[in-house]
């Protein structure tokens, strides 16, 4: 499901840049760290700052993360510049959502450590929910690499 879109599909342009976090993704894809099921991440039903993360499973460094599904906050926009979060899962089945700094053009975040990136967020300056729009597929599965 990994993914980055042509600028012409994107909703916002910058997602349609590879960054290095795309990189240490596709790193980790190839040394067989991948989502063996689910782990989709999509906006509310009814939007507002939270993300919903589907149940799911993953392989990260030898270990099996199972995660339950749930929702992932997203911190405030900034009301000048626009930022670019990511959605995580680490090897024991914990989520996290980690912050990217707000910018003219800005970036996402480095992965944390013994974590895999399951999504990119784009947020908007003075957004108040997330969409669909906003979020582009990062998850590695094992077909894709």
Known sequence: MFDIPNKADATYPRQAGGFSSDIDTIAQALAGDCVLSGLGVAAQGSPNMTVAVAAGLARQ??????????????????????????????????????????????VPPAIPANSLQLAQVYVPAGVTAITNAMLVDKRPTAIDF
Do not use: K
Request: cysteine-free; hydrophobic content about 45%.
């Open 61 to 106: 460094q030898g270990y099996f993360a199972y995660y339950a599904g749930g929702n992932g906050t997203i911190t405030t926009a900034d009301a000048t510049n626009p930022r670019i979060d990511i959605v995580v899962i680490d090897w024991n089945g914990t989520l996290a959502v980690t912050a990217g700094t707000a910018a003219a053009l800005p």
